[in-house]
């Protein structure tokens, strides 16, 4: 039987690639620190990039808060561009 590991602290600078549409070429990165603690369960996000309105910065924060789990970036994150239209999105109620 294998042995689960578990991370207590942690910090994870990491980019993403924000695009217009899922089939634009145009785009924007951020660069983003996560830090997490799990035993006070402490979980933050900020944006690097100084380039990124607010308002972007703030709903992307949101949306990384709502689908990243520390366990993801524990094992490491599949790369993959993220679309604006999608972080705009209003969220579902179903």
């Known amino acids: 039987m294998g042995n689960r590991r578990f991370v207590n602290n942690m910090m994870s600078v990491f980019d993403l690639e924000i695009a217009e549409t899922s089939n634009s070429s145009r785009?924007?990165?951020?660069r983003?620190?996560?830090e997490y603690n799990r035993r006070t369960g402490l979980r933050s996000f900020r944006i690097l990039s100084p380039g990124i309105p607010g308002s972007i910065a703030s709903k992307l924060i949101a949306w990384l808060?709502?689908?990243v789990d520390p366990e993801d970036i524990e094992l490491g994150l599949e790369s993959r561009k993220l679309v604006v239209e999608n972080l705009l999105a209003q969220?579902?109620?179903s």
């Open 65 to 67: 808060e709502k689908n």
């Open 32 to 34: 983003v620190v996560f």
């Open 27 to 30: 785009g924007i990165f951020a």
């Open 91 to 93: 969220p579902s109620l």
